[in-house]
């Protein structure tokens, strides 16, 4: 059974739009969750949250974690060619060094 | 600051044939992982070093074994390779247990028929 499961699989929009990314978690004992953007080759990291209800955001994209409903979503405003990516939640569980990936979500942002 | 290199780039083996993939970072990270990739699988963890002198079994260990040789350097090794072990390798580093992002290598694409 997945602990980390990510929707949609893959998504396709035009430039300008805004897209939302779920991400839903199922850990015993939760530390912190992790996005991250893989384009051609290794993933980069965007954000880490740990917090419930705390926004981290970094230019057009932002993301908030709810621990209540063990979630978080990220968020893409004014989307553009150059966000074409897998974007990949893990999670990490308290006591252990290791990072849970979902399968990732692949979006496409068509001109 | 190189970050996370990962050697080779690309390989092709034989089933049977045994190779090391190389990983090192230069960040002073406590902790070294290896994954693997598969299309529409998401990355899986294969082992990983929580520090020097340690190493722990991930979700995928079958088929792989490891040594953490210093700080810096973590390799993956495939004794006997075979067609399920084709996927892309990637090696990652991170400072924390847990609390701080893992930075990744530029991966290994290998192929084996």
């Known amino acids: 059974e997945d602990k980390v499961v990510q929707s949609p699989l893959s998504l396709v929009v035009h430039e300008g739009d805004t897209v939302t990314l779920n991400c839903s978690y199922e850990?015993?004992?939760?530390?912190?969750l992790l996005w991250y953007k893989q384009e051609k080759k290794a993933p980069t990291f965007l954000f880490m949250l740990t917090s419930s209800g705390i926004e981290k955001k970094s230019g057009r994209l932002s993301s908030i974690l709810d621990k209540k409903e063990l979630f978080s979503i990220l968020n893409i405003t004014a989307t553009q060619t150059g966000d074409s990516a897998i974007y990949l939640c893990?999670?990490?569980?308290?006591?252990?060094?290791?990072?849970?990936f979902g399968k990732g979500m692949k979006l496409t942002v068509n001109p | 600051n190189a970050g996370v290199t990962q050697t080779p780039k690309f390989q092709v083996l034989k089933t049977g044939q045994s190779m090391t993939l190389q990983c090192a970072q230069d960040?002073?990270?406590?902790?070294m992982y290896w994954y693997r990739q598969d299309p529409g699988m998401g990355l899986r963890l294969i082992y990983y070093s929580a520090s020097e002198g340690t190493t722990d079994k991930g979700e995928v260990p079958n088929g792989y074994n490891v040594s953490r040789l210093n700080k810096r350097e973590f390799s993956l090794r495939l004794e006997s390779a075979a067609p399920s072990q084709t996927s892309v390798y990637f090696c990652?580093?991170?400072?924390?247990?847990?609390?701080?992002?893992?930075?990744f290598g530029p991966g290994t694409r290998l192929t084996v028929t």
């Open positions: 960040m002073n990270h406590n902790s």
């Open positions: 850990v015993t004992n939760f530390r912190s």
């Open positions: 893990a999670v990490v569980e308290g006591g252990s060094e290791k990072l849970v």
């Open positions: 990652a580093s991170g400072r924390d247990r847990g609390l701080s992002e893992q930075y």
